[in-house]
């Protein structure tokens, strides 16, 4: 099954810095990435996602880049403040019936703390 | 989402006792999924549903059952099997097959007394 692995566990920035997180995934046949952002005791928010035809999305200070060949996605925040402070999660779609309904596959998520 | 719904938002279970987490969605969404989410471990699949009266064990299933009676409901049992039940517990669902990010409710939290 699909393995996808997160890093940094957890990452410190100061405020008006980047941050880039990165996750790796096994499954050559993956083909939907997407990034959430988890406040502590709170529901997992989807943030951005990109599909396997794309090489780069940006939604203004957020950006995720993904590199099939290698088997990795990133995602980068630029300017980052103190609200951006939470988890974050990568996750990697696998299609897990005839039906074509895909299963999430979660990384370990990233502590991002913003430092004022 | 406001879509979903989770109750209650904390459940505390008594040894051998079988506890019951429901999930309602108003999306009118085909599939519903349930996920386990420890600390560092980020979330784990538990059931999935992609239609009414049918559903399949995903990967950490041993421990719990589910039903999908309707489509608008997914109810999660923690058995008494489950022997280290204490997590958050998120429940998701999505249109239907595509690349759709799954829309979570606001989970519940389950504890042992």
């Known amino acids: 099954g699909e393995n996808v692995e997160q890093h940094p566990s957890t990452l410190s920035v100061q405020e008006g810095d980047s941050a880039v997180i990165k996750c790796t995934y096994s499954d050559s046949a993956s083909n939907y990435f997407p990034w959430y952002k988890q406040e502590l005791g709170k529901r997992p928010q989807l943030i951005i996602d990109i599909r396997s035809n794309v090489g780069e999305k940006k939604d203004q200070r957020i950006a995720v880049t993904l590199n099939k060949t290698a088997k990795h996605f990133s995602l980068h925040i630029t300017e980052t403040q103190p609200e951006d402070s939470a988890v974050y999660f990568c996750a990697a779609t696998s299609t897990i019936s005839n039906f074509g309904n895909e299963k999430l596959t979660f990384g370990t998520g990233t502590r991002l703390t913003i430092i004022p | 989402d406001g879509g979903i719904t989770q109750s209650p938002k904390y459940l505390f279970r008594k040894e051998g006792q079988n506890v019951t987490l429901s999930c309602e969605q108003n999306?009118?969404?085909?599939?519903m999924y349930w996920y386990r989410q420890d600390p560092g471990q980020g979330l784990r699949l538990i059931y999935y549903s992609q239609i009414v009266n049918d559903f399949q064990k995903g990967d950490i299933a041993e421990g719990y059952s589910v039903s999908r009676e309707k489509k608008e409901s997914f109810p999660l049992t923690v058995t008494s099997a489950q022997k280290n039940p204490t997590a958050f517990y998120l429940c998701?669902?999505?249109?239907?097959?595509?690349?759709?990010?799954?829309?979570f409710g606001d989970g519940t939290r389950l504890s042992i007394l």
């Open positions: 999306l009118n969404h085909d599939a």
């Open positions: 998701a669902s999505v249109r239907d097959r595509g690349y759709q990010p799954q829309h």
